[in-house]
């Protein structure tokens, strides 16, 4: 399991963040728009592209009339693409290669980045499986 602090630490929420309760109790109360913006940052080098993937999650009107926090539904949708980037990370133990990883298409994903397959829950949950059989050495 990744540790509630790495997930913590993507979104931006510091030090506050020590366990999964705590982390469940953020993304209830609605994660800070900058915790998006981060996460697509840290996914994407380029700025385009990471605007882009940003509103992948939010749509573009959507984002523009929130104010400062995300509905409880976007964070949850946030929360889970960074619990997949922490575990990239630590399969890779480089963030580099992890955004890497992240957004090349692989054959296991029916071509697709894991980056937008996370998108969904059951698309997450494929994400995770894979990077588990990377990091445990199984045949993936």
Do not use: C
Not at 86 to 101: G, L, N
Not at 122 to 133: D, F, H, I, Q
């Amino acid at each position: 399991m990744i540790a509630p602090e790495s997930i913590a630490e993507i979104l931006g929420l510091g030090s506050s963040i020590r366990s999964v309760s705590e982390l469940e109790s953020a993304v209830s109360a609605g994660l800070p728009k900058r915790s998006l913006e981060r996460l697509s940052a840290r996914l994407h080098e380029d700025r385009r592209e990471a605007s882009a993937y940003k509103y992948k999650v939010v749509p573009a009107a959507t984002w523009k009339r929130r104010t400062r926090r995300l509905s409880p539904d976007e964070s949850e949708k946030t929360e889970r693409l960074a619990r997949v980037l922490a575990a990239a990370e630590q399969v890779w133990d480089d963030r580099d290669q992890a955004r890497a990883w992240m957004n090349t298409p692989h054959r296991e994903l029916g071509d697709r980045a894991p980056a937008d397959v996370a998108r969904t829950e059951l698309g997450a949950r494929r994400v995770e499986a894979l990077l588990e059989k990377l990091y445990f050495g199984l045949p993936a």
